[in-house]
């Protein structure tokens, strides 16, 4: 079952402005991370967020988590036309069985970053 | 380059063909992954290997069938493939499966069934 969801579905902007894409998830969670797709090719790890973390800062790319929300953002400033991607959330939630490898994804967000 | 290779980069068979995706990873990983990303839908785990040993089969159709002959190499053969199973197929691999590890993807396999 689908634990992320991304929000918004697509989001088109100029460059040099910021790019803000929401995660909303279901249940509690070990760590959340965000992975972007350039059209064609596969998932590129961005950022991990623990549960236990509040903000985190990669470069240009900001993240938060909201565990009592359920939610997290993550901020993309000064964005440029090789940002244009899908961008992920990925939640690893614990399970009874200590197994808690799996990722769940979302359906993503489409950034089209116009120059 | 992620460390992760997967060929062919596309593939289209019939339904009744017999054909393999290979995947091969050269990040000293022990786990590795298949995964089905199809439009509008959230991307899909298929198989988990740990160290060659499968770990997970998230229900999977018997008409995929996985293969993990060493850490570095996993495959996926297909058989009597249905029109539904048009996707992009994505192999992964993390260091362990251990929570709180990020995974390197490979670019996919396009599968195309006629």
């Known amino acids: 079952s689908q634990q992320g969801e991304e929000d918004p579905q697509a989001l088109s902007i100029q460059e040099g402005e910021n790019a803000t894409m929401n995660c909303s998830y279901k249940?509690?969670?070990?760590?959340l991370q965000w992975y972007r797709q350039n059209s064609g090719r596969g998932l590129v790890h961005l950022i991990l967020i623990r549960s236990n973390e509040r903000e985190k800062h990669s470069g240009r790319l900001r993240v938060t988590l909201d565990t009592s929300k359920k939610s997290s953002s993550l901020l993309i400033t000064a964005s440029r036309a090789a940002d244009t991607a899908s961008y992920f959330c990925a939640t690893d939630a614990p399970n009874s069985g200590g197994s808690n490898y799996k990722l769940t994804f979302g359906k993503g967000t489409l950034l089209t970053v116009n120059p | 380059e992620t460390g992760v290779t997967q060929t062919p980069r596309h593939l289209v068979m019939g339904m009744t063909n017999k054909k393999s995706l290979k995947c091969e990873q050269h990040?000293?990983?022990?786990?590795m992954y298949w995964y089905k990303q199809s439009a509008k839908k959230p991307l899909e785990l298929m198989f988990v290997y740990n160290f060659k040993e499968q770990t997970e089969n998230n229900s999977v159709p018997s008409r995929f069938s996985p293969e993990c002959p060493n850490s570095s190499h996993l495959f996926l053969h297909l058989h009597t493939l249905q029109p539904e199973d048009s996707a992009l197929y994505l192999c992964?691999?993390?260091?362990?499966?251990?929570?709180?590890?990020?995974?390197?993807f490979g670019d996919g396999t396009r599968l195309s069934i006629l």
């Open positions: 990040l000293g990983h022990n786990a």
């Open positions: 992964a691999s993390s260091l362990s499966i251990a929570g709180a590890q990020p995974q390197h």
């Open positions: 249940t509690s969670i070990n760590n």
